[in-house]
Protein backbone atom coordinates (compact mmCIF):
# COMPACT_ATOMS: atom_id res chain seq x y z
CA UNK A 1 0.00 0.00 0.00
CA UNK A 2 0.98 3.84 -0.47
CA UNK A 3 2.50 5.14 2.68
CA UNK A 4 2.24 8.41 4.39
CA UNK A 5 5.43 9.09 6.81
CA UNK A 6 4.01 11.82 9.55
CA UNK A 7 7.19 13.41 11.96
CA UNK A 8 7.72 13.28 14.55
CA UNK A 9 6.47 10.41 16.26
CA UNK A 10 6.11 12.20 19.52
CA UNK A 11 6.85 15.35 20.95
CA UNK A 12 6.91 17.06 24.56
CA UNK A 13 6.64 20.66 24.94
CA UNK A 14 6.13 23.11 27.36
CA UNK A 15 2.62 24.92 27.72
CA UNK A 16 2.48 28.24 25.58
CA UNK A 17 4.84 26.57 22.57
CA UNK A 18 3.75 25.31 19.51
CA UNK A 19 4.35 22.44 17.81
CA UNK A 20 4.41 21.44 13.98
CA UNK A 21 3.29 18.01 12.73
CA UNK A 22 4.27 16.89 9.27
CA UNK A 23 2.20 14.85 7.39
CA UNK A 24 4.45 13.44 3.66
CA UNK A 25 2.59 10.86 1.46
CA UNK A 26 6.00 9.61 0.00
CA UNK A 27 4.99 7.41 -3.27
CA UNK A 28 1.37 9.45 -4.05
CA UNK A 29 0.14 12.66 -4.72
CA UNK A 30 -2.33 13.77 -2.36
CA UNK A 31 -4.98 16.66 -3.31
CA UNK A 32 -6.75 15.60 -0.09
CA UNK A 33 -5.50 15.06 3.46
CA UNK A 34 -7.10 14.61 6.88
CA UNK A 35 -6.35 15.51 10.45
CA UNK A 36 -7.81 13.91 13.30
CA UNK A 37 -7.23 13.33 16.92
CA UNK A 38 -7.57 10.47 18.70
CA UNK A 39 -8.38 9.92 22.97
CA UNK A 40 -7.49 6.83 24.48
CA UNK A 41 -9.42 3.57 23.21
CA UNK A 42 -11.80 6.04 21.19
CA UNK A 43 -12.50 6.05 17.46
CA UNK A 44 -10.62 8.81 14.95
CA UNK A 45 -12.26 12.09 15.83
CA UNK A 46 -11.62 14.35 12.21
CA UNK A 47 -10.36 17.83 12.61
CA UNK A 48 -10.35 19.03 9.37
CA UNK A 49 -10.01 18.28 5.45
CA UNK A 50 -7.31 20.25 3.82
CA UNK A 51 -7.33 20.15 0.26
CA UNK A 52 -3.55 21.52 -1.63
CA UNK A 53 -3.71 25.04 -2.28
CA UNK A 54 -6.40 26.21 -0.94
CA UNK A 55 -7.38 26.61 3.30
CA UNK A 56 -8.26 24.07 5.25
CA UNK A 57 -11.90 23.04 5.97
CA UNK A 58 -12.49 22.48 9.52
CA UNK A 59 -14.77 20.25 12.08
CA UNK A 60 -17.77 22.13 13.87
CA UNK A 61 -15.61 22.87 17.37
CA UNK A 62 -12.50 22.75 16.20
CA UNK A 63 -10.56 25.77 16.54
CA UNK A 64 -9.12 27.25 13.43
CA UNK A 65 -6.59 29.55 15.40
CA UNK A 66 -5.05 27.10 17.58
CA UNK A 67 -4.93 24.44 14.64
CA UNK A 68 -3.39 25.66 11.99
CA UNK A 69 -3.14 23.58 9.17
CA UNK A 70 -1.16 24.16 6.05
CA UNK A 71 -1.24 21.85 2.78
CA UNK A 72 0.98 23.75 -0.03
CA UNK A 73 2.30 20.78 -2.16
CA UNK A 74 0.43 17.77 -3.46
CA UNK A 75 2.53 15.74 -1.10
CA UNK A 76 2.54 17.54 2.44
CA UNK A 77 0.43 18.98 4.82
CA UNK A 78 1.41 20.19 8.07
CA UNK A 79 -0.62 21.06 11.16
CA UNK A 80 0.46 23.26 13.99
CA UNK A 81 -0.63 23.47 17.25
CA UNK A 82 -0.56 26.77 18.37
CA UNK A 83 0.00 28.36 22.05
CA UNK A 84 -0.02 24.45 23.08
CA UNK A 85 -1.60 23.96 26.67
CA UNK A 86 -2.38 20.62 28.50
CA UNK A 87 -5.84 19.91 27.15
CA UNK A 88 -4.44 20.04 23.72
CA UNK A 89 -2.25 16.80 24.83
CA UNK A 90 -3.06 13.38 22.70
CA UNK A 91 -3.09 11.46 19.65
CA UNK A 92 -2.60 13.50 16.43
CA UNK A 93 -3.31 11.23 13.06
CA UNK A 94 -2.47 12.63 9.94
CA UNK A 95 -4.30 10.88 6.42
CA UNK A 96 -3.76 10.98 2.95
CA UNK A 97 -6.05 10.11 0.29
CA UNK A 98 -4.88 7.98 -2.82
CA UNK A 99 -6.90 8.51 -6.66
CA UNK A 100 -10.15 9.76 -4.76
CA UNK A 101 -10.81 6.31 -2.96
CA UNK A 102 -8.31 4.44 -0.35
CA UNK A 103 -7.38 6.52 2.61
CA UNK A 104 -4.07 5.93 4.25
CA UNK A 105 -2.53 7.41 7.58
CA UNK A 106 0.35 7.89 9.23
CA UNK A 107 1.85 6.30 12.35
CA UNK A 108 0.37 9.12 14.28
CA UNK A 109 2.14 11.79 16.70
CA UNK A 110 1.75 11.67 20.44
CA UNK A 111 1.72 15.74 22.00
CA UNK A 112 1.98 15.84 25.73
CA UNK A 113 1.97 19.61 26.71
CA UNK A 114 3.46 20.01 30.13
CA UNK B 1 -25.48 11.06 14.73
CA UNK B 2 -23.26 7.46 14.43
CA UNK B 3 -23.66 7.07 10.66
CA UNK B 4 -21.53 3.95 11.21
CA UNK B 5 -22.52 1.41 13.72
CA UNK B 6 -19.63 -1.38 15.20
CA UNK B 7 -20.12 -3.85 16.92
CA UNK B 8 -19.09 -5.64 19.05
CA UNK B 9 -16.94 -3.03 21.27
CA UNK B 10 -14.56 -6.05 22.23
CA UNK B 11 -14.09 -9.26 21.55
CA UNK B 12 -11.89 -11.67 22.89
CA UNK B 13 -11.08 -15.13 20.39
CA UNK B 14 -9.10 -18.24 20.83
CA UNK B 15 -6.09 -18.48 18.65
CA UNK B 16 -7.41 -20.29 15.40
CA UNK B 17 -10.73 -19.27 16.00
CA UNK B 18 -13.28 -17.29 14.15
CA UNK B 19 -12.91 -13.16 14.51
CA UNK B 20 -16.13 -11.40 13.65
CA UNK B 21 -16.64 -7.68 13.56
CA UNK B 22 -20.04 -6.09 12.49
CA UNK B 23 -20.94 -2.73 10.89
CA UNK B 24 -23.95 -1.41 9.59
CA UNK B 25 -25.14 2.33 8.23
CA UNK B 26 -27.54 4.05 7.08
CA UNK B 27 -26.89 6.01 4.07
CA UNK B 28 -26.98 4.20 0.59
CA UNK B 29 -24.83 6.84 -0.99
CA UNK B 30 -22.05 5.53 0.37
CA UNK B 31 -19.87 3.55 -2.02
CA UNK B 32 -16.55 2.33 -0.76
CA UNK B 33 -16.25 0.30 2.86
CA UNK B 34 -12.46 -0.40 4.06
CA UNK B 35 -11.29 -1.89 7.31
CA UNK B 36 -8.56 -0.29 9.22
CA UNK B 37 -6.02 -2.00 11.77
CA UNK B 38 -4.77 0.19 14.59
CA UNK B 39 -1.95 -1.24 16.70
CA UNK B 40 -1.13 1.00 19.96
CA UNK B 41 0.91 4.13 19.19
CA UNK B 42 0.03 3.55 16.05
CA UNK B 43 -1.80 4.94 12.87
CA UNK B 44 -4.54 2.54 11.28
CA UNK B 45 -3.44 0.52 8.05
CA UNK B 46 -6.05 -0.08 5.23
CA UNK B 47 -6.99 -3.74 5.66
CA UNK B 48 -9.09 -4.64 2.99
CA UNK B 49 -11.84 -2.92 1.50
CA UNK B 50 -14.94 -3.42 -0.38
CA UNK B 51 -17.40 -1.65 -2.85
CA UNK B 52 -21.33 -2.06 -2.75
CA UNK B 53 -21.32 -4.32 -5.50
CA UNK B 54 -19.92 -7.33 -4.49
CA UNK B 55 -21.26 -8.99 -1.59
CA UNK B 56 -17.83 -10.63 -0.68
CA UNK B 57 -14.18 -10.31 -1.04
CA UNK B 58 -11.14 -12.16 0.66
CA UNK B 59 -7.69 -11.45 1.45
CA UNK B 60 -5.69 -13.97 2.89
CA UNK B 61 -7.21 -15.00 6.49
CA UNK B 62 -9.64 -11.35 6.17
CA UNK B 63 -12.68 -11.23 4.32
CA UNK B 64 -15.22 -8.71 4.21
CA UNK B 65 -19.01 -9.59 3.37
CA UNK B 66 -21.40 -6.82 2.54
CA UNK B 67 -25.39 -7.38 2.48
CA UNK B 68 -26.34 -4.18 0.57
CA UNK B 69 -30.02 -4.44 0.93
CA UNK B 70 -29.51 -5.00 4.92
CA UNK B 71 -27.15 -2.47 5.02
CA UNK B 72 -24.33 -4.42 6.87
CA UNK B 73 -21.05 -5.23 6.55
CA UNK B 74 -18.51 -7.54 8.89
CA UNK B 75 -14.81 -7.88 8.38
CA UNK B 76 -14.10 -12.46 9.45
CA UNK B 77 -10.71 -13.04 10.27
CA UNK B 78 -9.64 -16.75 9.83
CA UNK B 79 -7.54 -18.84 11.81
CA UNK B 80 -7.21 -15.67 14.01
CA UNK B 81 -3.90 -15.37 15.83
CA UNK B 82 -1.66 -13.43 18.37
CA UNK B 83 -0.23 -11.20 16.15
CA UNK B 84 -4.25 -10.22 15.15
CA UNK B 85 -4.94 -8.31 18.38
CA UNK B 86 -5.56 -5.00 17.64
CA UNK B 87 -8.28 -2.63 17.21
CA UNK B 88 -10.08 -2.55 13.67
CA UNK B 89 -12.47 0.37 12.58
CA UNK B 90 -14.92 -0.42 9.77
CA UNK B 91 -15.52 2.63 7.73
CA UNK B 92 -17.87 4.07 4.83
CA UNK B 93 -16.69 6.58 2.20
CA UNK B 94 -19.57 9.44 1.34
CA UNK B 95 -19.39 11.55 -2.52
CA UNK B 96 -15.63 11.03 -3.01
CA UNK B 97 -13.59 12.19 0.30
CA UNK B 98 -16.00 12.30 2.97
CA UNK B 99 -15.31 9.05 5.23
CA UNK B 100 -17.20 8.34 8.62
CA UNK B 101 -15.43 5.63 11.10
CA UNK B 102 -17.04 2.85 13.17
CA UNK B 103 -16.44 3.27 16.82
CA UNK B 104 -13.82 0.28 16.84
CA UNK B 105 -12.94 -3.33 17.93
CA UNK B 106 -10.71 -4.53 20.34
CA UNK B 107 -9.92 -7.68 19.60
CA UNK B 108 -7.50 -10.03 21.64
CA UNK B 109 -7.00 -13.25 20.57
CA UNK B 110 -5.42 -15.87 23.51
CA UNK B 111 -3.26 -18.53 22.94
Known amino acids: GAVVSQHPSWVICKSGTSVKIECRSL??????MFWYRQFPKQSLMLMAT?????????EQGVEKDKFLINHASLTLSTLTVTSAHPEDSSFYIC??????????FGSGTQLSVL | QQQVKQSPQSLIVQKGGISIINCAYE??????FPWYQQFPGKGPALLIA?????SEKKEGRFTISFNKSAKQFSLHIMDSQPGDSATYFC??????????FGTGTSLTVIP
Open chain 1, 27 to 32: DFQATT
Open chain 2, 27 to 32: NTAFDY
Open chain 1, 50 to 58: SNEGSKATY
Open chain 2, 91 to 100: AARYTGNQFY
Open chain 2, 50 to 54: IRPDV
Open chain 1, 95 to 104: SALEFGEKLF
